[in-house]
């Protein structure tokens, strides 16, 4: 498990007789960039606040930085960075001030968060908007600035959810140009989600495995992969959801979902 940044086994999140996340099986190796792909609904988010302790599974274990997410919150918090879709920022603040909070939230000396900032902005393009207040930015301004406030302690594992929706073509093609960077000065580990399966499938990224070096969990002879939440209809048509590597795609599997879902 040393070697490995994520690690699921069975996890599943229910709500009632709706099941969000069902069985799902991953293996994330240290400074990889390990994208999961799915549609809207699939899970994706819920399978990240799990990963991120901000959701208690219903079923299963899952190990984050080498701590159970159950067991030891605190321990996985302190390794891991979290940009959610929604950046949570106040418009008022300006862009230097939140980059601070987050630094002393995390419990760093005012030198810490000095040098912190000072090597945040070397990795993310944020340059001069740092001192204008964020009700000035544009979307892919917040977003990059989220990004970065995610980076201040200096996480092991990233974790990026949706971080392309919504943005145009040039601020889609910056984020992931910052991805790549913090993955290739950092070695950081990146997990993150996508509905778009050319993002997924996008052989630049470091650390993503092409076809036939797929390293997951094995059922019932098939490789589990992330990259999507995939499933197999099990008996009586349930939908059991396996985790499926980007770029590994079945043409011969169909996406489903459970019943009553969208």
Not at 101 to 115: C, F, T
Not at 146 to 154: P, S
Not at 185 to 193: A, P
Not at 216 to 228: S, W
Request: net charge positive.
């Amino acid at each position: 498990m040393d070697e490995l940044a994520v690690q699921t086994e069975g996890l599943a999140k229910a709500y009632g007789d709706v099941h969000a996340v069902d069985g799902v099986d991953l293996e994330v190796e240290r400074g990889e960039i390990y994208g999961f792909l799915g549609p809207n609904g699939a899970g994706k988010t819920t399978v990240i606040r799990m990963l991120s302790t901000l959701l208690a599974p219903t079923s299963g274990r899952a190990w984050v930085a080498g701590h159970n997410v159950v067991k030891h919150p605190d321990e996985v918090r302190l390794r891991i960075g979290l940009a959610l879709q929604e950046a949570a920022l106040d418009d008022k603040q300006t862009g230097i001030e939140i980059l601070r909070l987050q630094g002393r939230l995390y419990g760093l000396r005012r030198s810490e968060i000095d040098a912190r900032v000072k090597a945040i902005t070397s990795l993310v393009d944020i340059g001069e908007a740092l001192g204008r207040r964020i009700g000035t930015y544009s979307g892919g301004m917040k977003r990059r600035l989220d990004l970065a406030a995610a980076l201040v302690h200096n996480p092991e594992v990233l974790f990026l959810d949706e971080p392309t929706t919504g943005l145009d073509p040039v601020s889609r093609t910056r984020v992931w140009e910052e991805v790549r960077h913090l993955n290739e000065r950092l070695g950081m580990t990146i997990f993150l989600t996508t509905q778009y399966l050319q993002e997924a499938d996008n052989r630049r990224l470091p650390g993503h495995h092409q076809p036939g070096q797929d390293r997951g969990r094995r059922d019932a002879g098939r490789p589990e992969a992330a990259g999507g939440v995939g499933c197999d209809r099990g008996p009586g048509g349930g939908c059991r959801r396996r985790a499926r590597r980007a770029g590994l795609e079945d043409p011969g599997r169909r996406e489903c979902r459970a019943p009553g879902r969208r």
